[in-house]
């Protein structure tokens, strides 16, 4: 059936529907029936190819060749001395598995986390059923369903138009037609060949579209791959989440420990040459000392670790009510400098209120506010329902003892001219008994523009000089009282007007009244701008309302100090790109604004180099919030279009909610911060130990030993240091630098420190179960370096101690500039890794059949109390430097809290 051929109540009746919907148990056996509005998904990697990507890593692929060398070392001593458990090549091997099938894991955990909050911000339609306006899931639409659309609507399938009101709608998705096509309900006209060009079908709507003025009914007529745009795609992939700059960082990062492992491998390879000479078995045992500098170079960990940590922080921000959208704006959170923010709704409450009129005859003027709105009246409820202004306008009327439903049927409407954000002010057209009369309400200035006359004690007047001074007047009265106020008129008419246009209907009217709204401010916004502002963060306030007003509620919320740093729409307008982007800091309130006015205010920041979020709910706000560097869509006044193209979504338009968010982007960003830190400070220290021990001339540690420490002593705890809280002052501090690299801030500095220090530690463990211990001597140790041998007490003390002292270290990461003894709350995420680190390798030199697997012996309790006894030391070392730090620090004026 070719529905846009047909009259509107025919395709009702072939899809068995009506103007009152379906009911819930019809769409819910449809939906059964021919399943889910949404096209098909492209096909997903299969578990083998993750895998597979998993093995090519670069650090992986060291890995894979050190075990395929271990395994021909292992087959060349067997064939020499008899056949042992090859545990390095088989430990090698299950870390490198292990490793995959986490990575696998990880990534499959993430997709799943990004569908779970999809779902939270998916789509919903409007839907009449049973007689009912509903919000439902998008996909959840059936054929038969009417559905409303309004600007602002991404069209969710196609659909007959039922009842149009200058509706126009973006249809280049599907078309390629860049001007926005206005719609209507009646019967298209086949042309030559019976049919009607898609382009041309003016009363149907397509998926894919966006309404951009008007509003609508329509009944779906196609869902899912029977739409347009699924004839046209075969299947459509889900965006695919982007690397965020840290990971690609450290993706770098990755590439130049493989190319520096390769190079030190090389190096020590050749001294081993040089040292015992060329042979067999001395080029065994020097490519068994380079594989087990290339395991203690390569933190196996430390991508699994930040991807976890990203997000465990992204699950906690929609906890928050901040959904994330791409894991980029996680980081970028953490360096925001400015906020833009809407006023109504995100600094206040969204709960308007009339509270103040003027005009003559007060019922007129509620009357012609009532019926100038699309919110209705639920009797149900007792209060209105639909856009909060409108809501406070019919519950206005509605305490005057004028209800909504019942006024309905005696000011029958006919037509309308709807609001748009360049007009200001919106139409409806009513038919009461045997005459036509029109309401126009809106901003007050642009009402009054239009105004050529006004009632004045009952009576209409020619509009004066004086009368218009005096509205002006009362207008000021109510804005210095930071009300919102609107304007209303009305025009008697002798017939219904030919077309409905603004410019034809809007004019010669007759000014009616006044009304002064509150939207109270949101109790928890005025301490997160103070919060901002400690944080070094600068709040804007954007809105479309009077200056006076947007002043007056800045100023309650400490945004401004006076009015000279507020600017209105039209003197932006009168300033150049150059002058405005020199000037921008000058302003923090920006009143009766253009959604283009934004995207000017967003440029000039970004210009300063100032890192920016922009919230926004209309369609006409997409531009700016892309152009933002962080994008907030609002997610229960926000229009489809801007939750689209918004890098986070507020799920309670709450502007303490960015604040709050801003702050956990820069507690993860500060824990990834640590846990790098403590992961490559871990791996240079048993470079270190490798590197001096081969040339003082002996052999510290085994690869599978190396595997142990950074697998299991190291992740856990890096893990934790994830879940670690914001550090006191972490919202004290000015945003850092977007551009800063990985080791800016001292990183670099402190890992090279804290390596060396675990490093020392470590040799002289060895030294004290070499020799107190294990009762050797210098010549022991290198005659059992020239045979490939490893010290046992030795090397069992320096594993124990190495291992500890990383676990013990993991502490000093809690801060990295604080002391961890002044610290308030205990991370028991790092107590519990802590502990079951020092049980696990506890039991690894303690229980001796795992300890020969490991090629380490039974320690006794006093090697066992001074390995962690030197373990423990790496605590007071670096509370040591902290203190000098800090020290240094307070003189340069810079504090730190804990």
Request: include cysteine; hydrophobic fraction near 45%.
């Amino acid at each position: 059936m070719k529905h846009y051929l047909e009259e509107s109540n025919v395709v009702l009746g072939a899809l068995e529907s009506s103007e009152q919907g379906l009911s819930e148990q019809e769409a819910a056996a449809r939906l059964e029936r021919n399943g889910k509005n949404k096209l098909a998904e492209g096909k997903k990697e299969s578990l083998l190819h993750r895998f597979l990507k998993q093995l090519a890593e670069p650090m992986t692929i060291i890995l894979l060749v050190a075990a395929l060398i271990s395994a021909g070392v292992e087959i060349y001593n067997g064939l020499q001395h008899g056949f042992e458990f090859p545990a390095d090549v088989v430990i090698i091997l299950a870390v490198v598995l292990i490793n995959a099938i986490l990575g696998v894991f990880q990534e499959s955990k993430a997709e799943k986390a990004i569908e779970a909050l999809q779902e939270i911000a998916a789509a919903t339609s409007k839907v009449i059923r049973d007689g009912k306006l509903v919000s439902v899931h998008s996909e959840d639409l059936v054929v038969g369903d009417i559905i409303v659309l309004e600007a602002g609507d991404a069209v969710p399938a196609d659909a007959r138009i039922i009842e149009c009101a200058s509706m126009k709608i973006e249809e280049a998705a599907l078309t390629g037609e860049s001007v926005p096509v206005t719609k209507q309900e009646g019967v298209m006209r086949a042309n030559a060949n019976g049919d009607v060009a898609l382009g041309d079908r003016k009363n149907m709507v397509f998926m894919g579209s966006t309404v951009v003025y008007g509003r609508g009914k329509a009944v779906v007529v196609a869902t899912g791959m029977d739409t347009e745009m699924g004839k046209i795609a075969d299947a459509l992939a889900s965006a695919q989440e982007g690397k965020t700059p840290l990971q690609i960082k450290l993706a770098g990062l990755s590439k130049i420990l493989t190319y520096l492992v390769i190079g030190i491998c090389v190096v020590i390879f050749g001294v081993q040459l040089i040292r015992h000479g060329v042979g067999f078995e001395p080029i065994l045992n020097s490519f068994m000392l380079a594989i087990s500098l290339a395991v203690a170079a390569i933190p196996e960990g430390l991508a699994t670790v930040v991807t976890i940590v990203l997000s465990i922080g992204v699950t906690n921000m929609s906890k928050r009510n901040a959904i994330i959208r791409k894991l980029t704006a996680v980081e970028t959170l953490g360096c925001t400098q400015i906020i833009c923010s809407d006023k109504t709704g995100t600094l206040t409450q969204n709960k308007m209120t009339v509270v103040d009129h003027y005009g003559a005859d007060e019922n007129l003027l509620a009357t012609a506010m009532s019926m100038c709105s699309d919110a209705e009246f639920d009797r149900e409820a007792k209060t209105a329902v639909g856009e909060p202004t409108e809501c406070a306008l019919v519950n206005y009327a509605e305490k005057l003892g004028f209800d909504k439903n019942d006024q309905k049927l005696e000011y029958v409407r006919i037509g309308e001219v709807p609001f748009d954000s360049m007009r200001k002010m919106m139409t409806t057209v009513h038919r009461v008994g045997d005459h036509i009369v029109q309401f126009t309400k809106g901003a007050p200035d642009e009402i009054l523009k239009r105004c050529t006359r006004a009632i004045v004690d009952g009576k209409e007047v020619e509009m004066t000089d004086a009368i218009r001074a005096e509205i002006l007047a009362a207008n000021k009265g109510m804005a210095d009282q930071a009300l919102r106020v609107l304007a209303a008129s009305k025009k008697e008419l002798v017939a219904e007007p030919a077309a409905y246009e603004a410019e034809a209907v809007e004019c010669d009217l007759c000014f009616v009244g006044l009304v002064g709204m509150i939207d109270p401010v949101r109790p928890e916004v005025k301490p997160a701008i103070d919060e901002c502002r400690s944080a070094g963060i600068r709040p804007i306030m954007i809105t479309g309302d009077h200056k006076d007003t947007a002043v007056a509620i800045a100023m309650q919320l400490g945004i401004i100090e006076d009015a000279s740093q507020a600017i209105t729409g039209a003197e932006l307008d009168n300033i150049s790109d150059e002058e405005f982007e020199s000037a921008v800091e000058k302003y923090s309130v920006y009143a009766r604004v253009q959604p283009e006015h934004k995207t000017r205010i967003v440029n000039a920041w970004r210009k300063k180099g100032k890192v920016t979020a922009m919230t926004g709910d209309g369609v006409n706000d997409a531009p700016s919030i892309k152009n933002a560097d962080i994008g907030v869509g609002m997610g229960i006044t926000g229009t489809d279009v801007t939750k689209n193209v918004a890098d986070m979504i507020l799920a309670d338009d709450n502007f303490a909610t960015i604040v709050s968010a801003a702050g956990e982007g820069r507690r993860i960003y500060d824990n990834i911060r640590k846990a790098i830190q403590f992961l490559l400070a871990s791996n240079l220290s048993e470079v270190l130990s490798i590197f001096f021990a081969t040339l003082i001339g002996f052999t510290i540690f085994q690869p599978v030993q190396l595997l142990w420490i950074n697998l299991i002593t190291d992740c856990f705890p890096a893990l934790a240091l994830g879940m670690e809280k914001p550090e006191a002052d972490v919202m004290k501090r000015q945003p850092r630098d977007s551009k800063e690299g990985i080791f800016a801030g001292g990183l670099g500095l402190a890992v090279f420190y804290q390596g060396a220090l675990v490093t020392l530690i470590t040799l002289a463990s060895f030294f004290v179960g070499h020799f107190a211990f294990g009762n050797g001597t210098w010549d022991s140790l290198r005659a059992l370096d020239a045979a490939g041998l490893i010290s046992d007490h030795g090397t069992t003390m320096a594993f124990m101690t190495l291992a500890l002292c990383e676990v013990f270290h993991s502490f000093n990461m809690r801060s990295l500039r604080g002391s961890i003894f002044t610290m308030k709350g205990q991370n028991k995420w790092l107590w519990g890794a802590g502990i079951l680190s020092l049980v696990l390798t506890s039991v690894v030199v303690l229980v001796d059949p795992i300890a020969r697997i490991f090629g380490m012996v039974h320690l006794t309790f006093p090697e066992y109390f001074i390995a962690m006894a030197l373990g423990f030391c790496i605590i007071p070392l670096v509370e040591i430097v902290k203190l000098v730090h800090r020290i240094i620090d307070k003189k340069r004026g810079v504090t730190h809290a804990n």
